[in-house]
T-cell receptor, first 112, second 114 residues
Framework: GNSVTQMEGPVTLSEEAFLTINCTYT??????LFWYVQYPGEGLQLLLK?????DKGSNKGFEATYRKETTSFHLEKGSVQVSDSAVYFC???????????FGKGTKLTVNP | NAGVTQTPKFRVLKTGQSMTLLCAQD?????MYWYRQDPGMGLRLIHY???????AKGEVPDGYNVSRLKKQNFLLGLESAAPSQTSVYFC?????????????FGPGTRLTVL
């Protein structure tokens, strides 16, 4: 079946540090890939997405590239800020009803 | 434009009690979903709906029922609550016919079953 594996946290960084959160997936065919972010006390919101191999999604300084050969969609940011502290979820969808399959989430804390 | 709203925000139940969680969206979306979020488990799909009057099971449907009598509302019912259903419940909605479209999430309902 379809599944998503992302690096376990928590991750703690200092402001302006480089961030990588690893995500790999297992799926039949060609899924769409997403990163969602959950700020404290809120629901999830889409951070970025990619729909085919070699696509790069980007938003708010975050980037992720759809790598079919390694079945990966790693999230990166060159310089994190305190306001980036949140839980990050990698997810995939396949099929007409667009159901999402989520990874377990990675909690990021950025210290000033 | 309120987006996706959920009622209630918090609830404490005793084992065996029943309750209904209400999700409402004002974006005219066809698709609606119920997820539960548990520590270390991410979000898991309970039930979903691809249109008014239709529902389908997700990954963890046992112990829950749903109804979509109106396009804008998606109800999640617990007939006989169990401690294993202690969780945070999120509703989401999305557009039909738009591959890889964003899902819009509500703020969540925190449910504790004693």
């Amino acid at each position: 079946g379809n599944s998503v594996t992302q690096m376990e946290g928590p991750v703690t960084l200092s402001e302006e540090a480089f961030l990588t959160i690893n995500c790999t997936y297992t799926a039949t065919g060609y899924p769409s890939l997403f990163w969602y972010v959950q700020y404290p006390g809120e629901g999830l919101q889409l951070l970025l997405k990619a729909t085919k191999a070699d696509d790069k999604g980007s938003n708010k300084g975050f980037e992720a590239t759809y790598r079919k050969e390694t079945t990966s969609f790693h999230l990166e940011k060159g310089s994190v800020q305190v306001s980036d502290s949140a839980v990050y979820f990698c997810a995939l969808s396949r099929g007409g009803s667009e159901k999402l399959v989520f990874g377990k989430g990675t909690k990021l804390t950025v210290n000033p | 434009n309120a987006g996706v709203t959920q009622t209630p925000k918090f609830r404490v139940l005793k084992t065996g009690q029943s309750m209904t969680l209400l999700c409402a969206q004002d974006m005219n979306h066809e698709y609606m979903y119920w997820y539960r979020q548990d520590p270390g488990m991410g979000l898991r799909l309970i039930h979903y709906s691809v249109g008014e009057g239709t529902t389908a099971k997700g990954e963890v449907p046992d112990g829950y029922n749903v109804s979509r009598l109106k396009k804008q509302n998606f109800l999640l019912g617990l007939e006989s609550a169990a401690p294993s259903q202690t969780s945070v419940y999120f509703c989401a909605s999305g557009r039909a016919g738009v591959p890889a479209d964003t899902q819009y999430f509500g703020p969540g309902t925190r449910l504790t079953v004693l």
